[in-house]
């Protein structure tokens, strides 16, 4: 298996443009998590789904970002408008309902400009 | 879903020699994972240690849990410039759903 795959892995935008992150989990996996990685405040979750529903979207920090996950082997992070404070790495994890551990793609590093 | 605090933030020791982390959280739990990131990577689960487990290896890797001390370690032996990374421990509740929460991480410098 390639592992979780995340799509770009770099993206800079100006400020105000649209955003789109994607994440394509292990085939198999029924649990997928979107996570923010910065220096000060460390990894963030957003938003998790199971089974390719929403079960918490507490994480998300505004109605500025919105994630899908259309189908099971595919979901999309969606920021509008993107923020200079927006820039952070954003990770991807998928995990199965009966192995706890995640396996995380390599991030997609968004700065905005 | 709680967050554990890893302990130190930072840690630098030459090669060869064993790193120790520690992790503290403050409810129960079915089990606590660890996680490793080399820089610009994602994370990489390293091993999983039950709450009725006191002790576990992986090869180079030790880990320990005190449940009364709501505390573990990480041990990694015989330390290489491969080691170096930040490190995070992830204390799954007891019940609770599925997410996990990281803190801050140790960051490990394996010095050659």
């Known amino acids: 298996d390639a592992g979780v795959i995340q799509s770009p892995r770099h993206e800079v935008t100006e400020m105000g443009q649209e955003v789109t992150l994607r994440c394509k989990p292990i085939?198999?996996?029924?649990?997928l998590f979107w996570y923010r990685q910065t220096m000060m405040r460390g990894l963030e979750l957003l938003i998790y789904?199971?089974?390719?529903?929403?079960?918490?979207d507490s994480g998300m920090p505004e109605d500025r970002f919105s994630a899908k996950m259309p189908n099971a082997s595919f979901s999309t992070l969606k920021i509008q408008p993107s923020e200079p404070r927006d820039s952070a790495v954003y990770f991807c994890?998928?995990?199965?309902?009966?192995?706890?551990?995640?396996?995380f793609g390599s991030g997609t590093r968004l700065t905005v400009v | 879903s709680q967050q554990g605090e890893e302990d130190p933030q930072a840690l630098s020791i030459q090669e060869g020699e064993n790193a120790t982390m520690n992790c503290s959280y403050k409810t129960s739990i079915n089990n606590l994972q660890w996680y490793r990131q080399n820089s610009g990577r994602g994370l990489v689960h390293l091993i999983l240690i039950r709450s009725n487990e006191r002790e576990k290896h992986s090869g180079r890797l030790r880990v320990t849990l005190d449940t009364s001390k709501k505390s573990s370690s990480l041990l990694i032996t015989a330390s290489r410039a491969a080691d170096t990374a930040s490190y995070f421990c992830?204390?799954?509740?007891?019940?609770?759903?599925?997410?996990?929460?990281f803190g801050s991480g140790t960051q490990l410098t394996v010095l050659p």
């Open positions: 789904f199971n089974n390719n529903v929403p079960i918490d």
């Open positions: 992830a204390p799954r509740s007891s019940g609770s759903a599925r997410q996990l929460t």
């Open positions: 085939s198999g996996h029924d649990y």
């Open positions: 994890a998928s995990s199965l309902q009966d192995r706890p551990g995640y396996t």
